[in-house]
């Protein structure tokens, strides 16, 4: 029986959902889906110059797990440049370290510790319209802009 696998900590989400070439009508069903672990690979390994270790520690998982998240991502990436397809960034088995919410109407980004209670009201705009980021992304909710 093989063994459990370590949920990946991330320390942020992405600022986008995903992307698609400028030509084209978004064919979800042909999309390549990057999970948020690969893009948290290559956020610290390519964007923040960090070394494999490193990184291993922040997601705490061993190096020879990372490098294979990072070939994986790279693959997808270059699979999605190369055959023009679009990608969506969603999914994965990790944990955050903070809730993350967003106003639908501001576009504010509110970070709260795990344990916080999801706010009523923006604090940039006052707006009702928040939704989780959280949900968003690891599970693809569907209903917000972000996601359909």
């Excluded at 998240?69 to 969506?88: D, M, N």
């Excluded at 960034?89 to 510790?113: K, N, Q, V």
């Excluded at 916080?116 to 992304?137: Q, V, Y």
Aim: hydrophobic content about 35%; some cysteine; overall charge positive.
């Amino acid at each position: 029986m093989p063994r459990s696998k370590n949920l990946r900590m991330l320390q942020e989400l992405p600022i986008v959902k995903g992307f698609r070439p400028m030509w084209m009508r978004p064919r979800y069903g042909q999309s390549v889906v990057l999970n948020l672990e690969e893009y948290e690979v290559l956020r610290l390994i390519d964007y923040e110059g960090k070394i494999h270790e490193e990184v291993a520690g922040m997601m705490n998982v061993s190096r020879p797990t990372v490098t294979r998240i990072y070939e994986s991502a790279r693959k997808k990436l270059s699979t999605a440049l190369v055959e023009g397809r679009s990608f969506l960034i969603e999914g994965g088995e990790i944990e955050l370290s903070e809730h993350h919410y967003l106003c639908e109407a501001c576009h504010h980004r509110i970070s709260l510790p795990p344990m916080a209670e999801k706010p009523e009201l923006c604090p940039a705009c006052g707006s009702e319209r928040i939704i989780s980021l959280n949900d968003c992304f690891i599970r693809g909710c569907r209903r917000c802009r972000r996601c359909r």
